[in-house]
């Protein structure tokens, strides 16, 4: 028999953030590829064979080509096979190029969304990612990027009317909204920082573009975090449930 | 016992595709708000009352105003009370603002996350949001507006480089197309369109922004549906589980 891969979301950090499923699918699983940040509490359960594939940013332990040929192998072994990742496998998660590379080994697959802290990170920390009054779109934005990649265009970014959220940007904070600045928008602009959002060790602080870098500074705030621009932050103090460290 | 008012995200449609913490409160309340849109399967298990607030489009059953006084009333009943909305909650799906009301009445909420089709129904098309290669951003944008708002920045629009999503815009399809080719995108540009994204009656459609409303025409699709506009769309043909009609 073949085996078969599920590409699947574990959500933002919260274990119940987890859909019904991909629980299932990893109570039926015979092995779990998982990353780096996967919360312990979903894995502990399980009765899985566990793989850690874990990446540490700028220390790759195991490559893209090493995981791609470690699923084909694991699905032709006749296994059901978890490629467990963060969030959603597909915001800014290589859920696409896994697929390609199954798809092209001839391998059956499946993608299994999962929450992503990029929306839910936000709610966690009393921002509504969208609102009537506010923000008729949102952008989401990776802070690291392809070698050789695109640079961002931060005309068109400063001047979007919607709510901005760049993904793993912590190391760029400085140059976000410096940039964010240089190209039109006011240094009032609300900005807030959550790191860990929706584990319990969430930590939020609120400021505005030209004082984020300095309280994040204050506060010891730094990666995995979400950074959030934009009028929504504006409700922060009256939605959060636990309230911003600043 | 004063009551408790949850804000829940049913998902884009599969009835899996709930999380863990929304399955459980649903078990847990005494009381389920619900818009149209919701899968009855989600509704049909449940021991709790349930309240169709459902609004159809041009068609308001229930004001908005109404929707806020009822969550408070029942909740000062001491009720465990569930506002369930299809996708997420923030999604232009007006958490936001009940969160506000909730908060100036002083009643006790939460806001439980659910799974976008903004995300997951491109995933179920065969569509990563986003690819190393293609994009490394994406942006949601409302085809409704809030009377008198904004028009959008439709120069800004046409010239990210990620991935365009607009929700709620079927009706809009043809001025989209049009104001992306007039503010300079090719007109080859992949584009897709996806009716009831991740329901078993989902389908989809594939063509260029110069072909995509004769397309849907022909094959007879309408709301609800997502737009999706960008490269990552190329990716259909190979990675989608079900094939495009077109």
């Not at 850690?52 to 059901?80: C, D, F, M, T, W």
């Not at 969030?87 to 992503?116: C, K, M, N, W, Y």
């Not at 979007?160 to 904070?173: A, C, N, R």
Request: charged share 20%.
């Amino acid at each position: 028999m073949s085996g078969f891969v599920s590409l699947v979301g574990a959500g933002p950090g919260n274990p119940e953030l987890l859909t019904v499923l991909a629980k299932r699918r990893l109570a039926e699983a015979d092995v779990v590829v998982y990353d780096r940040l996967i919360n312990s509490a979903l894995l502990m359960p399980l009765t899985a064979e566990l793989i850690n594939v874990g990446k540490q940013p700028e220390h790759h332990r195991v490559s893209q080509y090493q995981i791609n040929q470690l699923l084909v192998k694991l699905a032709r072994q006749g296994k059901r096979v978890i490629r467990l990742k963060s969030g959603d496998p597909d915001v800014f998660g290589r859920g696409g190029e896994e697929s390609q590379f199954l798809h092209a080994a001839g391998v059956d697959f499946e993608v299994v969304p999962g929450i992503t802290s990029a929306i839910a990170g936000l709610a966690a920390a009393g921002i509504p990612i969208t609102h009537r009054e506010f923000a008729s779109s949102f952008h989401v934005i990776t802070g690291h990027h392809k070698a050789g990649g695109h640079q961002l265009n931060w005309e068109n970014i400063a001047h979007q009317e919607g709510t901005l959220v760049f993904l793993m940007g912590m190391k760029e904070l400085g140059e976000i909204t410096h940039q964010l600045i240089n190209h039109g928008r006011p240094k009032t602009t609300p900005v807030a920082v959550i790191q860990w959002a929706t584990h319990w060790k969430q930590r939020a602080v609120r400021a505005d573009l030209d004082t984020i870098e300095t309280v994040v500074n204050q506060h010891g705030l730094g990666a995995p975090a979400l950074i959030v621009v934009g009028k929504v932050v504006s409700l922060m103090p009256e939605l959060a449930l636990t309230k911003p460290l600043a």
